[in-house]
């Protein structure tokens, strides 16, 4: 007699399941997933999450987590890369859709990473805003420091979106919008397109148009501290900008004034 093996129900490793898509652009989307019960993460950090290619083995990348700590599920802010192995295939997700998520938390962008400031600035290119999607929904940033600046920039105007509705509703959380009046300065920019405020991040911190337009002094290592994430090119020339103004690097296992990441791997690197 033969048997025939029936074959085994293909589960995903780590699978969450998808409970929220939003198409922002053709280029950008945001996603939710349910929280593993013992995933715990420190807001800013990032993990592993992707999908099984064709031959059944996973394809993961690093994503940044762009919900706050508090928060039941887990978001994401993604790019969409047209012939990208994982994000070609990511974009198309629907609700009840399974990713992979492993749950191991890291990052740089953390709290504990930087000495106790007066000021937090928040800089950020393109999807380098995930991490910071988190930090601006955790009272933790409101609680270590009396302002928080979160400089965004984007080719266009439709690529702050994103952003833009993140800072809108937090105003108006009942949660936490108390704790952020006031203290949140929002400055998103363009620089293919026009908008009210213009110009890379680099030229309008160099220039101090951002001080005079939000009316505040200028950076120094007493007072301020930052946190940075962008392409490779960005966090190179940011980081320059810092050290003019006497911020130094720190880390997890020794905290400064300032701290990067990278918000993708591009080409060549
Ligand atoms: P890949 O083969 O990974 O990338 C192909 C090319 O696309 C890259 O060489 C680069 O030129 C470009 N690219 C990749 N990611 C981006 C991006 N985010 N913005 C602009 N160009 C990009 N991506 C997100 O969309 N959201 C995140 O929150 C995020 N967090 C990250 C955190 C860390 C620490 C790192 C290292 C990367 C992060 N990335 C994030 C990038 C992500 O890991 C993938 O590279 C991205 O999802 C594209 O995957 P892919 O397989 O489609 O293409
Ligand atoms: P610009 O339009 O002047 O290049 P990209 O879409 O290429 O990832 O860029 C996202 C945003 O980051 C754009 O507004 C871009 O400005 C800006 N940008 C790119 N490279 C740098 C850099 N080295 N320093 C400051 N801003 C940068």
């Given at each position: 007699m033969t048997e025939t093996a029936i074959p085994p129900v293909k589960t995903l490793p780590d699978a969450q399941t998808v409970t929220e898509v939003t198409h922002?652009?053709?280029?950008?989307?945001?996603?939710?997933?349910?929280?593993?019960?013992?995933?715990?993460?420190?807001?800013?950090?990032?993990?592993?999450?992707?999908?099984?290619?064709?031959?059944?083995?996973?394809?993961?990348?690093?994503?940044?987590?762009?919900?706050?700590?508090?928060?039941?599920?887990?978001?994401f802010y993604s790019i969409k890369v047209p012939d990208g192995p994982l994000t070609s295939r990511l974009q198309h997700i629907k609700v009840g859709d399974e990713i992979i998520l492993r749950p191991k938390p890291v990052g740089t962008l953390v709290h504990d990473?930087?000495?106790?400031?007066?000021?937090?600035?928040?800089?950020?290119?393109?999807?380098?805003?995930?991490?910071?999607a988190s930090l601006m929904r955790d009272p933790e940033t409101y609680e270590k420091f009396d302002e928080v600046v979160m400089m965004h920039t984007c080719r266009t105007v439709e690529e702050l979106e994103y952003g833009r509705q993140l800072v809108e509703n937090l105003i108006n959380d009942p949660l936490i919008g108390e704790m952020v009046d006031g203290k949140l300065k929002y400055y998103p920019t363009t620089t293919r397109e026009e908008f009210h405020h213009m110009g890379r991040i680099t030229d309008n911190l160099e220039s101090g148009k951002v001080f005079e337009d939000l009316g505040i002094a200028p950076m120094d290592r007493e007072h301020d501290r930052a946190m940075v994430c962008g392409s490779l090119a960005?966090?190179?020339?940011?980081?320059?900008?810092?050290?003019?103004?006497?911020?130094?690097?720190?880390?997890?296992?020794?905290?400064?004034?300032y701290v990067v990441e990278k918000a993708f791997v591009g080409d060549g690197i």
């Open positions: 922002w652009t053709d280029r950008l989307f945001s996603f939710r997933v349910t929280r593993p019960q013992t995933l715990r993460f420190r807001s800013g950090e990032f993990v592993m999450i992707g999908l099984l290619d064709d031959n059944g083995k996973p394809l993961l990348r690093a994503y940044s987590i762009a919900s706050p700590n508090w928060d039941e599920e887990l978001e990473a930087l000495l106790p400031g007066k000021r937090v600035w928040f800089l950020a290119t393109g999807t380098g805003i995930a991490p910071f960005f966090n190179k020339d940011v980081m320059k900008v810092l050290e003019g103004f006497g911020l130094r690097e720190g880390a997890n296992s020794e905290p400064r004034e």
